[in-house]
């Protein structure tokens, strides 16, 4: 780390704080010129691949998986942090288990478990799709487990 106002490397960290699970914000001060900053430092790209349903692979995708979500809670009051929240914790989930591939399905359902904690209706227009509902009756199923 480099001060950007002398390029000094002479910091110190003056207070530290998470942000979420998987930022940390940490201000700092340079003994140099004694100009404050904040950093913010973020846990590392998740690195493996997803297992789709016809068996092919591809590299996991975080933009992906947010552009569904983003869809699914569309004129719903829920910020964009709260849904970078919700992928952090997906991704904390996937991270923790250790594998190198991880299916779509398990994906979708780790989505559909905190979507159902964050707001029903994007809940519903999620699993609306994952789950393939092809009648009112799969809608009015779904719909009676939540209550």
Known sequence: MICPFCGSE???????????EAVIRRRRECLKCEQRFT??????DVDFFVIKKD???EKYDKEKMKRGIILACKKRPVTIEAIEELISKIEQDLRREGNVEVSSEQIGNSVIKYLKELDDIAYIRFASIYKA???TNDFKKEIL???
Do not use: A, H
Request: proline share 0%; no cysteine.
């Open 145 to 147: 487990k939540l209550e």
């Open 55 to 57: 068996g092919s692979r």
């Open 10 to 20: 002479d910091l110190s960290v003056v207070d530290k704080r998470d942000v979420s």
């Open 133 to 135: 509902f092809k009648t």
């Open 39 to 44: 950093t913010y430092e973020k846990i590392g």
